[in-house]
């Protein structure tokens, strides 16, 4: 199901924002039933400013945070889950503290983000749901001793602040957010890392054949992204190459540094793909790809596309004698 590999892609996503933030663990065991928290963040000790970049994810990631997202509409059991899951970590934090006679800090227990894609008024006003003054439309409320919220992400407004979360959105309201994350300056610290996820989403989806019509949508709009990332990696490689040419002072050491910025610029777009593809690749087979020429480094990165385990790709060395 194509729900499954959406909900990757969001932890995955989660995670990758919010690592230099604090502590992250995706997919956190809980006691009880066996469950399990999609998104559990611990904020460092120093916080950063830096976190205001995330505009209101980066507000949910000011204290200890459960962040389960959702691709289609949480239901009200779903809703219930998460609050039951938040319920058993609060419990388990008392049993810490109290076996290390400690008081457990009201500031050390998670609040819960329920992000939706979207939500009927019927289902909010069942939980008693209310909208905060100082917060922005979208996000509803429960009760304050229940520390919980829910994040109705197609009632966020569509500003910078609120990107990040949208683009865990579906339909017109993600494909809204791609373009902005296109749009945003190459420089960004988190594009560059967001455009490997989306692309690897992409990839995800495109071997799956029974794709609801938003995904169809969502393979399209990624294309683009692919193809600047793609191109920003031989850009990079090129300039790399400039850099090393102007250092030698020779014109022979400037075409040689482009031509091995290029080539190091392609590979590390390989690497970078084939280990969000198949995962970790051991180093005889990363010296093996470090071989490669250009022609073959292209070769290779269409090839990727169909490979499923580390097998795939040795087969395809070893099928062009590499």
Known sequence: MTRFIHDKFAKDYLEELLKDYGEVKASEKVSGEIKEIDVLFTPAKQQSSKLQILGLLGRLAENPAIIEPYRNPASSDEI???????????????????ANKIKLQESEIPKLWILTPTISE?????????????????????????????????????????LWL???GRG???????????ALPLDHPYQKATLELVYNLRENLRVN?????????????????YQRN?????????????????????????????????????????????HRRI????????????????????????????FSSVADL?????????
């Open 80 to 98: 219930c889950d998460c609050i039951l899951k938040l319920l058993e970590v609060k419990a388990s934090l008392r049993r810490e503290a109290k």
């Open 122 to 162: 019927t289902r909010l006003s069942s939980f008693g749901t209310i909208q905060k003054e100082d917060w922005l439309s979208g996000v509803h409320f429960l009760a304050d001793a229940m520390r919980s919220a829910i994040v109705a992400i197609h009632q966020l407004p569509q500003t910078q602040e609120t």
């Open 166 to 168: 949208r683009l865990l």
């Open 172 to 182: 017109s309201v993600q494909s809204q957010a791609i373009i902005e994350l296109q």
């Open 209 to 225: 054949q029974e794709l609801e019509t938003d995904d169809r949508e969502l393979i399209m709009r990624l294309e683009p992204l």
């Open 230 to 274: 793609r191109e920003q990696a031989k850009e990079e490689g090129r300039e790399e190459g400039r850099q090393e040419g102007r250092r030698e002072g020779k014109q022979e050491g400037k075409q040689e540094g482009k031509q091995e910025g290029k080539q190091e610029g392609e590979k590390n777009l390989i690497l970078r793909l084939l």
């Open 279 to 306: 995962g970790e690749i051991d180093l005889l087979l990363i010296e093996r790809i470090t071989g490669l020429s250009i022609e073959q480094l292209e070769n290779l990165g269409e090839a990727l596309l169909d």
């Open 314 to 322: 040795e087969a395809w060395l070893t099928q062009h004698s590499i």
